[in-house]
Nanobody, 114 residues
Framework: VQLVESGGGLVQPGGSLRLSCAAS????????MRWYRQAPGKERELVAG????????NYADSVKGRFTISRDIAKSTVYLQMNSLKPEDTVVYYC????????WGQGTQVTVSS
C-alpha cells in the first residue's frame, strides 16, 4: 500500500488549495479514505472521510462548510478541496486508509499566512 500526498504549499488567508492523495497497492474503490492533519505537539485530527461509494461521511467541525473531500476511482486518488483557509489550518495533512493495518502517506505541509 502506498499513499502519496501532494498539493500543499503557502497560501494567503481566505485562499484555496486542493490536496491530492494518489493511492496504489490495494483495491482503492473498496476502501474508506481519510484525511488527517497534525500540528506540532498535538495528536492527529481527523479532517474528513469518504466511503467507497464516494459519499462523504464526516467532517471535523472546524472545517465544515470550507473543506470538501472527494475521490476519483479511475485515478485511485482522493482529494481535499480547502477553501476559505485560515492561519489555524497551517499544519501537515496526511492521507490514511486501513484494513488490518494502518496506512499513512508522508504528509504535505499547508501554510496559511499573509
Amino acid at each position: 500500500v502506498q499513499l502519496v500526498e501532494s498539493g500543499g504549499g503557502l497560501v494567503q488567508p481566505g485562499g484555496s488549495l486542493r490536496l491530492s492523495c494518489a493511492a496504489s497497492g490495494f483495491t482503492f474503490s473498496r476502501y474508506f479514505m481519510r484525511w488527517y492533519r497534525q500540528a506540532p505537539g498535538k495528536e492527529r485530527e481527523l479532517v474528513a472521510g469518504i466511503g467507497s461509494s464516494g459519499i462523504a461521511i464526516n467532517y471535523a467541525d472546524s472545517v465544515k462548510g470550507r473543506f470538501t473531500i472527494s475521490r476519483d476511482i479511475a485515478k485511485s486518488t482522493v482529494y481535499l478541496q480547502m477553501n476559505s483557509l485560515k492561519p489555524e489550518d497551517t499544519v501537515v495533512y496526511y492521507c490514511n486508509t486501513r484494513d488490518r493495518s494502518e496506512y499513512w502517506g508522508q504528509g504535505t505541509q499547508v501554510t496559511v499566512s499573509s
